[in-house]
């Protein structure tokens, strides 16, 4: 996190802070979202690692 506050809301209700300054490893096999929960601009950098031909995420299925 290069600038802000990062909050992670994982899908069973936990929550996970990253202030300015700390570094997360992103969290796979669980549905998430991240928003920017600080008072200003978040700025971050991201590193992605995938395969060709294959998605990065898969979104939620929601019932009709």
């Known amino acids: 996190v290069l600038k802000g506050e990062l909050t992670v809301a ?3 209700g936990r929550q ?13 096999s669980t549905y998430h979202n991240g928003i920017n929960s600080g008072e200003g601009e ?4 991201a590193f992605y690692l995938g395969e060709l031909g294959r998605n990065l995420s898969v979104p939620r299925k929601t019932e009709p």
């Not at 996970?16 to 796979?28: C, D, K, L, N």
């Not at 978040?42 to 950098?45: H, Y």
């Open 10 to 12: 994982l899908e069973h």
């Open 42 to 45: 978040l700025v971050l950098i």
């Open 16 to 28: 996970m802070v990253y202030p300015e300054g700390t570094s997360f490893a992103e969290v796979f």
